[in-house]
């Protein structure tokens, strides 16, 4: 089996070789340090047992548990009994590109876009497969790995199809817990949250964002809501702290610019939003993940 296309810097795992997905199972006998990642990540616990922390708090793991983090967010695994993890990892240029039309999936769109970040979350979404669907799930996730020895410019199709046919195993088996998305979005929704993510560093208002629309800012408000469970404006501020922390971890922008470029020049303002959603301030968690 080939190595994963992953490497570390200091506590950042990022893809190296031009790779964008893959999946692969590890063992952490005793626990695995606090880290972080420039990709999303989908762990399925196969057996053992063990304890996550990351922002959302800590939480017990056993067999069938299912993590699902947005890049940028921290995690590690402490008390372990050989915890094995069967890892599912892809890009976020994936999903901004062959994978965009999941946003206007129901499930799809709760799962990857909204979900994980709406509520007390913080990026992290969790659930839990019964038999039935684990197997499903590590079915697609067995045919990915095997992905993994061939050229992924020969099968990026098969990479994009496998990965594709998990996350919907995924989400069609989390429906009944947690996801309670059973129709698209409404379109204004989807055109709120492009416009916003198109410019966020725009000091949007609800005002503003719902004349772009033709709406009244309360309707907007209830359409929001109902399909992401966040208002607009605080959509706006869980994609304004990703793109922060992505500037933290990968360029040496000054944390005053950075926090101007994603929208908040009030830097006592941005320091308090990082901080809320990450629970470490920016400079910390620059820090911790990026030194060699």
């Not at 992401?228 to 360029?251: D, I, K």
């Amino acid at each position: 089996m080939a190595d994963p296309p992953v490497e570390t810097t200091g506590t950042l795992l990022h893809f190296i070789d031009g790779s964008y997905a893959y999946a692969g199972r590890y063992v952490h006998p005793d626990g695995h340090p606090v880290h972080t990642h420039s990709f999303f990540e989908v762990a399925v616990v196969m057996s053992g047992a063990g304890l996550h922390h990351s922002p959302a708090g800590y939480q017990e793991l056993s067999v069938g548990d299912v993590l699902l983090l947005r890049p940028g967010v921290w995690h590690g695994y402490d008390g372990c009994t050989d915890l094995d993890v069967f890892n599912c990892c892809f890009s976020a240029d994936l999903l901004q590109h062959e994978l965009s039309w999941t946003r206007e999936d129901p499930l799809l769109g709760y799962l990857l876009w909204t979900g994980p970040n709406s509520a007390q979350r913080r990026g992290v979404l969790t659930g839990h497969l019964d038999s039935i669907p684990l197997e499903e799930c590590v079915s697609q996730l067995e045919h990915l790995e095997d992905l993994r020895a061939r050229p992924f410019d020969l099968h990026r199709g098969d990479v994009v199809g496998r990965l594709s046919l998990f996350l919907s195993c995924l989400a069609r088996a989390l429906a009944g817990e947690d996801l309670g998305a059973s129709r698209p979005a409404h379109p204004a929704v989807l055109t709120a949250m492009k416009l916003m993510e198109a410019d966020p560093a725009h000091h949007w208002t609800l005002k503003e964002l719902a004349a772009e629309l033709h709406l009244a800012p309360g309707y907007l408000v209830r359409l929001f809501k109902s399909s992401t469970g966040l208002p607009p404006m605080a959509y706006l501020s869980r994609h304004r702290v990703e793109l922060a922390a992505a500037r933290l971890l990968h360029t040496d922008e000054p944390i005053s610019r950075i926090g101007e470029a994603v929208g908040w020049p009030d830097q006592n303002y941005f320091a308090r939003r990082f901080k809320s959603h990450y629970g470490l301030s920016a400079s910390t968690y620059r820090a911790r993940f990026t030194r060699a």
